[in-house]
């Protein structure tokens, strides 16, 4: 119904800055019906929130650890949502998921009914 395509990450300087986008598609699908997020797992570590849209407080709200050098954005027209990391860490560096929820909490993994396939970022010291 929904399909989710991760694209924009790689290999970048700690400090440096990557933009990933997150192309929605299907006949389900609209940015004004469904909330998006984005995760991230290390390897070895569970999947933990980034960021996402949250209808309760009306606004996009992000893990502590990203407040400040992350902002999500979206593209209507495009179906595309957007997630600009600056100032990244090596501790930044996971497999990057975004999702597409109905309803439930932002921050919950088992909120999200669609997941992309996740797109790798690297940052090295």
């Known amino acids: 119904q929904v399909q989710l395509v991760e694209s924009g990450g790689g290999l970048v300087q700690a400090g440096g800055s990557l933009r990933l986008s997150c192309a929605a598609s299907?006949?389900?699908?609209?940015?004004?019906?469904?909330?998006m997020g984005w995760f991230r797992q290390a390897p070895g570590k569970e999947r933990e929130f980034v960021g996402g849209?949250?209808?309760?407080?009306?606004?996009?709200i992000y893990a502590d650890s990203v407040k400040g050098r992350f902002t999500i954005s979206g593209d209507s027209a495009k179906n595309t949502a957007y997630l600009q990391m600056n100032s990244l860490k090596p501790e930044d560096t996971a497999v990057y998921y975004c999702a597409a929820r109905l309803r439930g909490g932002v921050s919950q993994p088992g909120s999200y009914d669609y997941w992309g396939q996740g797109t790798q970022v690297t940052v090295s010291s």
């Open positions: 299907g006949r389900a699908f609209s940015s004004f019906s469904f909330g």
């Open positions: 849209n949250s209808w309760s407080a009306g606004s996009t």
